[in-house]
Structures are given as C-alpha cells and as structure tokens.
C-alpha cells in the first residue's frame, strides 16, 4: 500500500515536500516513482529512485527544481518541489515496481503499485 501526504495550495515559487509512505513490502527492495496528471493531459513522469537511492532521474520540466530522496529505514519517499510553477498544478502519484537491483523506472506501464494521489495547486 501506497500514502502519498503533503499536497496542498502554494503560491509560485513556493515550495512543497511530498511524502509516500509504503508498507506491506520490502521497501528497500522497490524502485519508485512520481507522476501527475493535471486537468485534462496525459499522465507525465515527474522523477524516479532505485531501490537503494543511488540512482535517480527527473523529467526536464522539473530538473533542478525537485529532488527524490527515499529513506529505506522509514519505508518513505519524498519529493521535494521547490521554485514551483503555475505548471506544476496537478494530482501527484507515487509507484512501486519490484526492482531489487538496477536504474530508476520511468515508465508508468512498469510500475504495479500506486498510490491514490495527492493535490498540489499553484496559484500565480
């Protein structure tokens, strides 16, 4: 199971700190990620996390601007959204996909597990 947390209303170029809490599973043993889908497009990749946090990789549109940590001894993921843009307005997902070894997952499609999502709404 999958808890996304720390969604909410910002003005931009505030900043957010998402958090997805995963239990059931060996966490450490899962590659994870961060989508969004706003209003109207298409789900989009946002940043993704190997098992162990030692690789990771971001979309163009938020590079520099987000970061994806995990913290394997809490079972959490987070995403931190600093500088955020009108843009960024969307419901975001956290995933997980069974990846014991190997690099970040980027593909929505190869993830089995998902959150409910979370709301972030950035005013201008």
């Known amino acids: 199971q999958l808890v996304e947390s720390g969604g909410g209303s910002v003005q931009a170029g505030g900043s957010l700190r998402l958090s997805c809490a995963a239990s059931?599973?060996?966490?450490?043993?899962?590659?994870m990620g961060w989508f969004r889908q706003a209003p109207g497009k298409e789900h989009e990749f946002v940043a993704a996390i190997n098992w162990d946090g030692g690789s990771t990789y971001y979309a163009g549109s938020v590079k520099g601007r987000f970061a994806i940590s995990r913290d394997n001894t809490k079972n959490i993921m987070y995403l931190q959204m600093n500088s955020l843009k009108p843009e960024d307005t969307a419901v975001y997902y956290c995933a997980a996909d069974y990846r014991p070894s190997g690099a970040p997952v980027i593909t929505a499609p190869e993830y089995k597990y998902w959150g409910q999502g979370t709301q972030v709404t950035v005013s201008s």
């Open positions: 059931g599973r060996i966490f450490s043993s899962y590659a």
